[in-house]
């Protein structure tokens, strides 16, 4: 496409559909501009106009966070086996298979070891793109692992959450993943650890009701979708309306469950910041980054 | 506006406005006012000594209480050299009343546990005038027991005209918000700081005062009931809080008296806002001393000290 192209349509927004389709241009859900993908991704994927943060996969965060991206993985090679069999509409298997294709990960969560800002830790990234960051026993055990490698190796934790809940295609075991993960990070705080939960777009269901709500400190992405159960259910339930912002980082704030809400340009020093001050990785203390007046 | 607006700063402010009319009638009529602006300036700074070097308790009050007085996150934007707010008690609401975080002062990194009144309309509503609900006190507990986890120390700083009073806070327990910080409080395992910056009044301000040392800046009170509170119920008149601050005895040198102060930290000539800077200095110097000092006792010899501390509280005759 030529620049002069460009940079007018930025203003008149005269795209065809099949341009956004192509996910060339992507339009904000938010403030409803169409922006170019190009600039979004150099921008971390937050809207230049309105300061939406996108959905972002777990490789985005990857690049976002680990200190030139690099990073050993934990449990690489774990992946589902369909314990319940399980056949609907379209069958497990299958739907794993596309999943995998799609995203080009095994499953749900990347689970791994690397630096921030020079500080080891252990992160454990959700990703929403697959199979809307269900919870089976693949990301209860690829999470749990991590968290026994933090604990072994005495390193800060992270878990990235982006997730519908538990996974229903695997009935009962996924719900006794909330309790696996749980259990485990009830270990690992009781021997010292450092858990630092970052809530993301969209987080609800069985992930919220456990990890997500468990960190030490709980950081959340701005206007994020955090919540147990689902809108539309709360609204048919109650059968009124539901108040502005319902669900939304800000309003968990308010309501005293996040400590936090941290924008993604901020993210990495806020994270460093964090592990230095509660004593993890910094042996010399001058890492923390100065008071910043903006807050 | 003049920076003297309490009434009995009346003879100040007469003093500042023959300056300031003396000043204009040079600038009027050419003539060079220069020695008599002086003389009036000393004349002022000798008022201002008299003055304030004989403060009635009551008069303390006010000046506790003095709307450009500086707040809790006037000091901490100042002493602090890193600084992350941690929001909310993880049950019911964010309480801004309270302010919360984690900071480094020179080295020192600490757990900050603080009251704030806020100023103007919308900060003082947003804040609730420094009133906090339970909210507040069990997100200060919550944060407090994190810092015990990673063995940060703890600072309170306390000022705040009284825990709120409403139907809300009664349904979610501010007596038992309270009543659990003192008794969690007694024993946390990292030494605990309290500072009175302003109005520490009753179980409000205890909420967040129990600890390993008290100090508080010289225009301070704290006592179990406002002066007119105390002069309503008991004296049936409200306009006796002046007698009624006396009677309590309610000032920071009535405390340390009373050894329930340790220390009392000086102020800028008429009070901390007179000088922002220099207050915020004294107050971080007696942090780190006072932390300094602490950080070197065991931790269960820390807590024995504590709870005998307050054993001793109290006048009483046996037998
Ligand atoms: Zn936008």
């Known amino acids: 496409m030529a620049e002069w192209f460009r940079r007018k349509s930025e203003k008149i927004k005269t795209l065809d559909k099949r341009e956004i389709a192509e996910g060339m241009w992507l339009k904000c859900p938010q403030c409803q501009e169409v922006v170019y993908r190009k600039m979004l991704e150099e921008n971390h994927f937050i809207c230049t106009n309105c300061t939406h943060h996108f959905r972002i996969t777990s490789d985005n965060y990857i690049q976002l966070l680990m200190d030139d991206g690099k990073f050993e993985e934990i449990a690489a090679n774990v992946q589902s086996v369909d314990p319940l069999n399980f056949k609907a509409t379209k069958n497990y298997t299958d739907q794993i298979k596309t999943a995998q294709e799609k995203t080009g990960n095994k499953d749900a969560v990347k689970t791994l070891i690397g630096n921030i800002n020079g500080i080891k830790a252990v992160l454990a990234i959700m990703d929403f793109s697959f199979i809307g960051g269900s919870m089976g026993s693949v990301v209860g055990e690829k999470i749990s692992q991590a968290i026994d490698r933090a604990a072994k190796d005495h390193l800060p934790l992270v878990i990235i959450t982006a997730s519908g809940g538990a996974r229903m295609q695997e009935g009962a075991y996924s719900l006794m993943q909330m309790a696996k993960i749980s259990s485990k990070l009830a270990r690992y705080s009781d021997l010292g650890g450092l858990y630092i939960t970052v809530i993301t777009d969209p987080t609800t269901g069985g992930t919220t009701a456990s990890f997500a709500m468990l960190g030490d400190i709980i950081l959340a992405e701005p206007n994020a979708l955090i919540g147990f159960a689902g809108a539309r259910v709360i609204k048919q339930t109650i059968g009124e309306e539901l108040p502005e912002g319902f669900q939304r980082s800000e309003f968990l704030l308010e309501k005293g469950f996040i400590d936090h809400i941290v924008g993604r340009k901020e993210l990495k020093t806020t994270l460093s910041d964090l592990f230095s001050f509660f004593n993890f990785g910094a042996s010399e203390k001058e890492e923390l980054s100065e008071v910043d007046d903006n807050e | ?319």
């Open chain 2, 1 to 319: 506006m003049s920076n003297y607006i309490l009434e009995f700063e009346a003879p100040l402010r007469e003093i500042e406005d023959k300056i300031d009319s003396m000043k204009s009638t040079g600038i009027k009529t050419g003539m060079d006012v220069t020695e008599a602006v002086q003389k009036l300036e000393e004349q002022l700074t000798n008022e201002k000594k008299i003055l304030y070097e004989n403060l009635s308790r009551w008069e303390r009050v006010q000046l506790a209480r003095h709307p450009k007085r500086p707040y809790s996150s006037d000091y901490i934007s100042r002493i602090t050299d890193y600084w992350f707010e941690l929001h909310g008690d993880r049950y019911f609401s964010d309480d801004p009343a309270m302010i919360c975080g984690i900071a480094v002062i020179d080295n020192l990194k600490l757990m900050i546990i603080s009251q704030e009144k806020g100023r103007g309309t919308k900060s003082k509503l947003f804040r609730n005038f420094g009133m906090a609900r339970p909210e507040g006190y069990r997100k200060a507990l919550r944060l407090m027991k994190l810092a015990e986890k990673y063995k940060i120390p703890v600072l309170t700083l306390i000022d705040t005209p009284g825990a709120y009073p409403g139907l809300g806070a009664e349904e979610r327990g501010q007596a038992e918000a309270i009543a659990r910080n003192l008794f969690e409080m007694s024993k946390l395992r990292v030494p605990i700081i309290n500072i009175v910056i302003g109005e520490g009044a009753s179980g409000g301000a205890l909420g967040i005062g129990v600890g390993d040392k008290m100090l508080c800046f010289e225009n301070t009170w704290y006592s179990v009931i406002s002066p007119e509170g105390c002069a309503t119920i008991l004296f049936r008149d409200a306009s006796r809080a002046p007698e009624a601050a006396d009677s309590m005895m309610v000032t920071a040198k009535d405390l340390k008296y009373f050894g329930i102060a340790d220390t009392i930290l000086p102020e800028p000539l008429g009070g901390t806002h007179q000088d922002y800077n220099q207050s915020a200095d004294t107050l971080k110097n007696a942090i780190l001393d006072s932390f300094l000092e602490l950080n070197k006792i065991d931790p269960d010899k820390r807590i024995e000290n504590r709870i005998e501390k307050y054993d001793k509280m109290g006048k009483w005759s046996d037998g």
